[in-house]
Every structure is written in structure tokens, then in C-alpha cells.
């Protein structure tokens, strides 16, 4: 079954609202966490790194401002998009790292979120 | 910076073997991931190299090569349910991993 739960799945908002994505991780405690971003037939583009209980670490070129990370316990992430616009919707999923041990390049992911700003 | 380049697309018959070769530049690297996107969900674990030379885990196998920033996966006895997008990626100590663009594999009958 899957270890990483994410949710919602789907969403659809108006330009100028925000979002709230959540990402669990199931029965083990992920003290590391990665929100990446994935545009259609695109690669994977890691966003930040989430770490309980302390600032998110965001990658180049990402807006810290709009893309707010929270991780504050070892099982609960959560990435709002603020003030949301038609240039944010994308496909956003979240991996936890540490159920198979650390340097195992093995991280399990979430489902996945499709946002859709109108 | 990093950047990793493997092929955009393959395609190859079913029962076959393919091969997707990825190469990479990066600082602090700890190890090379393959990962299996079918359209619309989320990217599964292949396989893992941390060291040089060849891991096998049943019909896939990866490969590193550290000196040459080399690796491929190596998937043998194609189903159609192979068809799907791979990506590596390069991880570093704090299992940051940074993906390649993906592979498109289409399986023909």
C-alpha cells in the first residue's frame, strides 16, 4: 500500500485564492520531505527540500513568498500556493525519504495534486 | 550547477530488451535513481547505484559508472505495461535527488 498520502488530488480554484496541498507520510516518520513540480510530458523539477521543524530549503528560482512549506511534524507537509494564477497550475507531488535507510537514492512518493487555476 | 541529458524518446518491441542511457554533471553526488512514471501517477523506485557497476532487481537492471558520469537502465523482456516515462536522477548526502528530463519508452506489439 502506499506510504506517502496526498491530498487533495485534484483542485480547481480562482486566480487570486490560495491552496493547501498536504503530504503524510504512512507509518514511518519522515523527517525530510520534497515538493517537486511536473508540467505535462515534463521532468521533475524539485521545488524544496522540507524538513521538520525548520525552514524550508527552496531550489533556485522558486518563489519562497508564493510557494509557503510547513513541515511541522515528522508525518505532515504542506505547500500552499498562494495568491494562485493560471501560470501555477501544474501537477505538484511530494516524496518522503527514510523508510529504506539514508543514501538509498529511494524516495517514495505522494499521488500527486493537479491544480487548475481558472 | 547539475544537469543530466538522457534520450527523449525509445521505442522498442515487446519481449526485447531497451536500453536508456543517462549522463550527468553534478557536485556531491552520492548516487544515480531510476524511476517508472506511467502517464498520470506518481513516479515509482527502480532501482539504485551508489557504486560502480551493475545492481539487477529481477527485469531491470542499472548501471554506474562514477569516472565516466555514466549510467543506464537496462530492461529486459519488454510487457507493454513498460511503456511509460523513466527518469534518472542524481542524489546527493541528504537525499536530494535532481531528475533528468525522462525517457518516453513506447513498447510496440
Known amino acids: 500500500g502506499a506510504v506517502v498520502s496526498q491530498h487533495p488530488s485534484w483542485v480547481i480554484c480562482k486566480s487570486g485564492t490560495s491552496v493547501k496541498i498536504e503530504c503524510r507520510s504512512l507509518?514511518?516518520?519522515?523527517?525530510?520531505m520534497f515538493w517537486y513540480r511536473q508540467f505535462p510530458k515534463q521532468s521533475l523539477m524539485l521545488m524544496a527540500t522540507?524538513?521538520?521543524?525548520?525552514?524550508?530549503?527552496?531550489e533556485q528560482g522558486v518563489e519562497k513568498d508564493k510557494f509557503l512549506i510547513n513541515h511541522a511534524s515528522l508525518t505532515l507537509s504542506t505547500l500552499t500556493v498562494t495568491s494562485a494564477h493560471p501560470e501555477d497550475s501544474s501537477f505538484y507531488i511530494c516524496?518522503?525519504?527514510?523508510?529504506?535507510?539514508?543514501?538509498?537514492?529511494?524516495?517514495?512518493f505522494g499521488e500527486g495534486s493537479r491544480l487548475t487555476v481558472l | 550547477g547539475q544537469s543530466l541529458e538522457q534520450p527523449s524518446e525509445v521505442t522498442a518491441v515487446e519481449g526485447a530488451i531497451v536500453q536508456i542511457n543517462c549522463t550527468y554533471q553534478?557536485?556531491?553526488?552520492?548516487?544515480l535513481s531510476w524511476y517508472q512514471q506511467h502517464d498520470g501517477g506518481a513516479p515509482t523506485f527502480l532501482s539504485y547505484?551508489?557504486?560502480?557497476g551493475l545492481e539487477e532487481t529481477g527485469r531491470f537492471s542499472s548501471f554506474l559508472s562514477r569516472s565516466d558520469s555514466y549510467g543506464y537502465l537496462l530492461l529486459q523482456e519488454l510487457q507493454m505495461k513498460d511503456s511509460a516515462s523513466y527518469f534518472c536522477?542524481?542524489?546527493?548526502?541528504?537525499?536530494?535527488?535532481?531528475f533528468g528530463k525522462g525517457t518516453r519508452l513506447h513498447i510496440l506489439p
Open positions: 536522477g542524481v542524489g546527493n548526502r541528504d537525499d536530494k535527488i535532481i
Open positions: 516524496s518522503a525519504s527514510g523508510l529504506a535507510g539514508p543514501n538509498t537514492g529511494e524516495l517514495f
Open positions: 522540507s524538513n521538520e521543524g525548520s525552514k524550508a530549503t527552496y
Open positions: 553534478t557536485s556531491g553526488f552520492y548516487g
Open positions: 507509518d514511518f516518520q519522515a523527517t525530510t
Open positions: 547505484n551508489g557504486l560502480d
